[in-house]
């Protein structure tokens, strides 16, 4: 079944698949939500890494920030909830820029954007569709991809969302992360989201962070916990025992047939022909494969 035959689970905001649990009225009121000057904004495409993201976030000690749930997720009562936190507020989200509230842009709030290749995130999102009750299924990798690479996934085409973020790459409010340069030297992206939001963390702190937000220890605790609605990262699910799947870089290659690598490769090219991210990401491809 596509995605399209099963409209209870998605619909469409401008042009985009939302999950129907992010209303349509919440999605139209993004721009009345009041930012904070020193709201943290977590940002990523479904299926980059966002949970471990925000696990090193919510690991950094003494840091006196607290994790909400998706800014997009639920309905207009989302903004009173927020509003109720007291203190500096971390907030996931998968939206684009140009969805992103304009007192965020205006108040120049700190955002960290993740980013994984998208041929592994490809592979993820599968999965994702297959597993989660709250995505419309998909029969074959081979029709998934297909809707992957027109766009016709859940939060749209991976393409426009990087480049849409990349504009604001070099902003001083915005740093971007590798999900492949995290797998890599762990601590040295630990080192840019510290310094990034002014944080002390000693050697022994970030060791302990390391430990502590590893793809086994947190795939374990998701494993023993119980669904809990107040540590919800990504607006497609409350259950963290979906996300957990293998955490490593390159398993793409054992999904993708020599033809669909051409075609992605393809779209890549032209897509990514101006972005610094592309050739990172081709960079990171090329070592992983060296
Ligand atoms: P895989 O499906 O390839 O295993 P998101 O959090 O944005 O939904 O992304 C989920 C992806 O990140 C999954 O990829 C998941 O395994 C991976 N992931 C989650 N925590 C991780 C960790 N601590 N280390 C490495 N990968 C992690």
Known sequence: MSCQSQPSLLHKYMGIFFSTMSSEELLGSLDSFDAREDDIFLVS???SGTHWLAEVIERIPDAGITLTSPIELGDISKFEELKRIPKRRAIPTHLNYEMLPVTVKQKQCKIIYIVRNPKDTAVSMFHYYRD?????????WAAFLELFLKGDVVYGSWFDHVLSWEEHKNDKN??????????KDFVKSL????????????????????RSTSFSEMKSNAAKENCDPNHVICAL????????????VGDWINYF????????????????RNSDVGRCLKEYAHSQNA
């Not at 080192?191 to 390391?210: C, H, Q, R, W, Y």
């Not at 699910?237 to 996300?243: G, I």
Request: glycine share 2%.
């Open 132 to 140: 989660n009750p709250n995505l419309p299924s998909t029969e074959t």
């Open 174 to 183: 915005v740093l971007f992360i590798f999900y492949e340069e995290m797998k």
């Open 45 to 47: 495409y479904p299926k």
């Open 237 to 248: 699910t409350s259950d963290r025992n979906l996300v957990f799947r293998k955490g490593v």
């Open 191 to 210: 080192k840019k989201i510290t310094a990034f939001l002014g944080i002390d963390v000693n050697d022994s702190e970030m060791a302990k962070i390391a």
């Open 257 to 272: 047939t020599p033809k669909q690598n051409r075609v992605f490769d393809e779209l890549f090219t032209e897509k990514m």
